[in-house]
């Protein structure tokens, strides 16, 4: 008897991925001012940013400073992480089944000038914890500036390299990979890296995501100047 060969079996598509139908802020702020029924010229008397940042932004042509995405909010008058593509928890559903997931490389990149953040499983707005990876590039209290502390407790867990922790109460202890170390964040506190590179850490802080990055936005660093120096970027996180 003769092969028939058999039509090949269509599969159905895959639904796409949770990093696809991540929202980019330029599609959320757009989303944010239609479901408003506001113009450009509006958002931008309520906010303080010129018409064209705006425009630019919503046509994902530029993207902005956390210091300029924390006065979009406040202007706005939205939770910060609406501007990550997550509608606050009154809008949700199913608020007990909440569940996020961040796979490599996703997450929200928020640099400062002590540490380089991405935030994880953003999708969750109103978390009772946040957690961060981390990077730590300060290399002394001279260069960190003023201890950062805001509500809440917090834990660190180093992933590589080696850090110093300092807090207002404590002698500074050594933190090496695989070491952690959990306190209350109303303490002030700082992350010096003492390995060759910067130490990578994993923090989780008991504070809203909005809260969180208003207090890390307040430390500036000290009057000795920064050396220039290779460092790992978010991305590489």
């Known amino acids: ?11 159905p598509a895959k639904p796409a991925s949770a990093t696809e139908a991540k929202a980019s802020l330029g599609d959320c702020l757009r989303d944010i001012r239609l479901r408003n029924q506001w113009t450009l010229s509006q958002m931008s008397a309520m906010t303080g ?6 425009s630019k932004v919503e046509n994902n042509q530029m993207s902005l400073t956390y210091d300029r995405l924390i006065q979009l909010a406040e202007g706005l008058g939205v939770d910060i992480v609406e501007l990550f593509g997550t509608r606050t928890a009154e ?12 796979r490599i490389g996703e997450g929200r990149p928020i640099k400062t000038s002590n540490y380089d953040y991405f935030y994880l499983c953003t999708d969750i707005s109103k978390k009772a914890m946040v957690p961060i990876m981390a990077l730590a590039h300060a290399r002394s209290m001279a260069e960190f500036g003023p201890f950062i502390r805001h509500v809440g407790e917090e834990y ?5 390299g080696e850090l ?45 995501e ?24 978010v991305g590489d996180i």
């Open 1 to 11: 008897m003769k092969n028939q060969s058999r039509p090949p079996i269509k599969l």
């Open 49 to 54: 940013l010129a018409v064209s940042t705006l």
């Open 156 to 160: 660190t867990y180093v992933l590589e």
């Open 91 to 102: 809008t949700s559903q199913a608020p007990l089944a909440r569940r996020a997931i961040s």
């Open 210 to 233: 909005t809260d969180l990055i208003a207090a890390t936005q307040d430390a500036r660093p000290g009057p000795a100047a920064r050396k220039p120096r290779a460092k790992k970027t």
């Open 164 to 208: 110093e922790l300092h807090t207002e109460y404590y002698a500074p202890v050594r933190l090496k990979a695989g070491e952690s170390c959990y306190f209350d964040a109303a303490m002030g506190h700082a992350y010096i890296s003492v390995s060759e590179e910067p130490a990578r850490v994993l923090c989780i802080c008991s504070i809203s």
